[in-house]
Structure formats: C-alpha cells, structure tokens
C-alpha cells in the first residue's frame, strides 16, 4: 500500500484555473470509484472537496470539479480564488478484501 | 449534524502507549464507519486504521503490529491505541467518518489532536 503521488506545488492568477494529478494504480485509483480530494488550510481540519471521483458535497462551489482515466486522477480548480490557496489530498480506497484506504502527499496550492 | 471531537494526552513518553478517543455527536456510530488519520509535521495525511459499523477493524499495514482502534457505544466513542511510540508517531490525529459501506470517503472530520512523542 504505497502513498498516491501528487506533484508538491501547482499555482495559479485569480481566475484562473488549475488541475492536480493524482497518480495510483490499478489496486487503487485505477481500480474503484472511491476517489475523494480533500482541501486542508493549515491548523484545520481537512474538507471533502469530491468524492466518487466527480461528486461534490452540498456547499462545495461547482468550481472544483474531478475526473479519473486509467489509475489517475484529477482535481481542476477553476476560477481560482483567494481563499482556494490551501493543501489539496487524493484518497482512494485500497483494497478489495477488506477496508483500506490510501492518501497522496498532497499538492499546495497557491493562488499568485 | 454529525460533530466528532478527538481528546488525549498531547505528549506521550517514546515505548509507551498514545490513546486518543474521538466523541461523537449527531448520529450513531453505529450507523457508519469511522476512521483515524494522521499528519506528521510538514507531511501528508496517513490513514491508521477503522472501525465498522459491526466492529470490525482494519489498519494501515505499516502500523498494524501496534495500533488497535475500538469503540464504546453507550459513550458514542470510538478510540486508538498506538503501542511503542517513537519520534515518527508525532503527528495531529483525526478522527473521520465514513458514511458506509457504499460511500467510502472521509465527509466529516474533528478538528485533530497533536500528539508529540518527546522524553
């Protein structure tokens, strides 16, 4: 059960828009439905952004958006603002006999 | 509306024991699943481990020789215990809920508890 890899940085102008990658493989990503991001400011709790690979949560603007090919993910922020400059995690579910799950390194993303 | 609440000793001496339990409001954990996730310092989120709605528990491979997860139902808790601590268990712990079987994500989240391992 090895870590999902994201890149460490992404960045973008206001209004802008920005995409995080989130690579797995076929035992993860690639193998289920169960992807989520997850927004983290620092001293915060983390807020499930997407789930389902392009569901989102009541309150969450539709500006943020996800999708999945093969065993990689992506989450698309667009319309970049201000307060959208935080840690953005992948998660997947792991594993096929028994609960697990996997997150990413995380990316930080910073609204220039 | 579901509100978790992590409680435990903010410091913990290396080889011993790091408790934490995570209250939970709104609903019943029996009803969902729930899990514990951690953050080392300047890292990335790490799951630890759940526990179901019937009890059963499943924990990160890396850790699952010395973490244990239970809950108690007539306090609305559910609990981690994590054996020989050293530096590298210093982390903020969550506790998150799964909302079940067919919904496997982490929607509601405490605000988390640091734990340092330090002599």
């Known amino acids: 059960q090895s870590a999902l890899t994201q890149p460490p940085s992404a960045s973008g102008s206001p209004g802008q828009s920005v995409t995080i990658s989130c690579t797995g493989t076929?035992?993860?990503?690639?193998?289920?439905?169960?992807v989520s991001w997850y927004q983290k400011h620092p001293g915060k709790a983390p807020k499930l952004m997407i789930y389902?690979?392009?569901k989102r949560p009541s309150g969450v603007p539709d500006r943020f958006s996800g999708s999945k090919s093969g065993n990689t993910a992506s989450l698309t922020v667009s319309g970049l603002q201000a307060e959208d400059e935080a840690d953005y995690y992948c998660?997947?579910?792991?594993?096929?006999?028994?609960?697990?799950?996997?997150f990413g390194g995380g990316t930080k993303v910073t609204v220039l | 509306q579901v509100q978790l609440q992590e409680s435990g000793p903010g410091l913990v001496k290396p080889s011993e024991t790091l408790s934490l339990t995570c209250t939970v409001s709104g609903v019943s954990i029996s009803d969902h699943y729930w899990s514990w996730i951690r953050q080392p310092p300047g890292k990335g989120l790490e799951w630890v481990g759940y526990i179901s709605n019937s009890g059963n528990t499943n924990y990160n491979p890396s850790l699952r020789r010395r973490v244990t997860i239970s809950r108690d139902l007539s306090k609305s808790q559910f609990s981690l215990r994590l054996n020989s601590v050293t530096a590298a268990d210093t982390a903020e712990y969550f506790c998150a809920r799964v909302p079940g079987r067919w919904e496997l994500h982490f929607d509601s989240w405490g605000q988390g508890s640091r734990v340092t391992v330090s002599s």
């Open positions: 389902e690979v392009n």
């Open positions: 998660s997947s579910y792991a594993d096929s006999n028994n609960y697990a799950w996997v």
């Open positions: 076929s035992s993860d990503v690639g193998g289920y439905k169960y």
